[in-house]
């Protein structure tokens, strides 16, 4: 049997189970359970309020980039209890665009009062990724419910690894080549535009340069360590493709985002009070489901800032 660590998706052990592409990692101190085939488990035997030991660490570290979805239930954790665990992941940052939550500049909340239209909450008409457009975006989001609905506002991921690795060879080939111009320098003065009713609820203020928000990255990513693929292309923030018109961008784009509809690359999370999701921002394309009316939907989080993106061409540079 091939050993795990030379294994690349399409290449595993015939006969072996596979789940999110690969085989099933094995876990002694935390129990996991997988959500779907394609993405996601749920971790359970873990008290995010207590320092995690290393071993522990490891094995939540291994599960989050084989599952890029991790899901711990009942973590009633302060403010500061979630900055500390959300630091295992890397360095926080605030964002330009998103609402911070109770005065800390360093967390942003999602939240949409039971009185109001879906639309005040910026989840988008299409699976996407956080913040493409500054230098190094987000490698994880760890969003933590507060108060959710009783039915519905769900949250969706879609595994980017898979939409790429399903296409054929001569689509991989050209995606392998392009670059993305992704632009957050418009959101503010397109919401202004917008009827009251109809607007985004966006951070009024914020400390960055419009240099910051502006940013060109492959369209295909590759993971720094294990040199995987994935697909990097996505609405949220999508100017065009580098050399190519708005236009043909678009219709590319359009195709793109069809693929990453497909059900089985996907898994859904249903939120409960005090639920935590720690999510890969770099791999996976996520949405909110605004499918609940006249009820509150409050999630905070916090964001650990990602490598800058790689590309196939960058590949050696790791
Ligand atoms: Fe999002």
Redesign the pocket.
Known sequence: MASRSNMVAGQVAAGEPIVAGLPMPEFKRISVEPISGACGCEISGVDLREPLDAEMLDEIMKAFEHFLVIVFRDQDLTPEQHKAFSRHFGEITELPQAPIYDGHRDMQEVRREAHEPENVVP??EHF?T?SPFLLQPPKCIVMRALEVPQWGGDTAFSNAYLVYEHMSDGLKTLLDGLQVVYSGKDIWSKNEKLAPEKRLRLRETHGFTEDQLESIHPAVRVHPVTGRKALFATTAYFKRFVGWSEEESRALLAYLQSLAQHLHYHCRIKWRKDTLIVWDNRFTL?RGVHDFKYERRHLIRTTVVGERPLGPGDAARS
């Open positions: 989840s988008f996407h956080d996520h």
